[in-house]
């Protein structure tokens, strides 16, 4: 597949293009500075603030992958961008995918709660969580072919184990009630749906 990878410097992002690119697809890795973009790998420099600029980079791509992560003192510049990816997408064929990585605080924990109405969540956690959710919205809003990814509760740089489980609304933890995910295995679930899709106009998760 053609796919339009943005954030492809970041923590999930660099994950991602490593598991496209190790199944063959051909990959544009999209960053604000793409001197960290490995080499040999097709790229292009972009901050997602043109819907135009956007739709010029993911014209002709099977499907858009989107890891961006906002600025932490500013999270709701991700709505901003959420709008014009889809504005873009709608610009280009509203057939194109798009999956974001998404965020775990609009999972649920019991019926009706999710984490971040449970009063659980870190204070410091929030404001990412509350930007998260808002964008989850944007996208059930939209016309476009959306998935939506939401991880782990704990989702960090690991090891690449090909075992875990999926979901959709609800937060996947263990037994002992932790939730986690490498962004490693988070990648072959994201590149999964993107082969097999299972998930559109859709959210899923994924924990161990």
Same mark, same amino acid.
């Given at each position: 597949?053609?796919?339009?990878?943005?954030? $492809?410097? %970041?923590?999930?992002?660099?994950?991602?293009?490593? +598991?496209?690119?190790?199944?063959? !697809?051909?990959?544009?890795?999209?960053?604000?500075?793409?001197?960290?973009?490995?080499?040999?790998?097709? $790229?292009?420099?972009?901050?997602?603030?043109?819907? #135009? @600029?956007? $739709?010029?980079?993911?014209?002709?791509?099977?499907?858009?992958?989107?890891?961006?992560?906002?600025?932490?003192?500013?999270?709701? /510049?991700?709505?901003?961008?959420? &709008?014009?990816?889809? +504005?873009?997408?709608?610009?280009?064929?509203? #057939?194109?995918?798009?999956?974001?990585?998404? %965020?775990?605080?609009?999972?649920?924990?019991?019926?009706?709660?999710? =984490?971040?109405?449970?009063? !659980?969540?870190?204070? &410091?956690?929030?404001? =990412?969580?509350?930007? !998260? &959710? @808002?964008?989850?919205?944007?996208?059930e809003k939209s016309d476009i072919n959306w998935t939506y990814?939401?991880?782990?509760?704990?989702? &960090?740089?690991?090891?690449?184990?090909? @075992?875990?489980?999926?979901?959709?609304? /609800?937060?996947?933890?263990?037994?002992?009630?932790?939730?986690?995910?490498?962004? +490693?295995?988070?990648? =072959?679930?994201?590149?999964?749906?993107? +082969? @097999?899709?299972? !998930? /559109?106009?859709?959210?899923?998760?994924?924990?161990?």
């Amino acid at each position: 597949m053609n796919v339009v990878l943005f954030g $492809a410097t %970041g923590k999930s992002g660099s994950r991602i293009l490593t +598991e496209l690119l190790s199944r063959g !697809h051909s990959v544009t890795a999209v960053a604000r500075n793409p001197v960290g973009i490995p080499p040999g790998v097709k $790229a292009a420099k972009d901050d997602l603030g043109d819907v #135009n @600029k956007i $739709a010029a980079v993911i014209s002709g791509a099977d499907a858009v992958v989107s890891a961006y992560a906002p600025p932490p003192d500013d999270t709701d /510049q991700l709505l901003g961008v959420t &709008e014009r990816q889809i +504005e873009a997408v709608r610009k280009v064929d509203k #057939n194109t995918r798009l999956i974001v990585v998404g %965020g775990a605080g609009s999972l649920e924990v019991a019926p009706g709660v999710t =984490i971040l109405q449970s009063g !659980h969540l870190p204070a &410091e956690w929030i404001p =990412i969580a509350a930007s !998260h &959710e @808002k964008a989850l919205r944007l996208l059930e809003k939209s016309d476009i072919n959306w998935t939506y990814f939401s991880p782990a509760g704990f989702f &960090e740089p690991g090891t690449r184990t090909g @075992k875990f489980r999926l979901g959709t609304n /609800q937060l996947i933890a263990d037994a002992q009630g932790n939730s986690r995910i490498s962004m +490693e295995d988070y990648a =072959i679930a994201l590149v999964d749906e993107l +082969e @097999k899709p299972a !998930h /559109q106009r859709a959210r899923f998760t994924i924990g161990y």
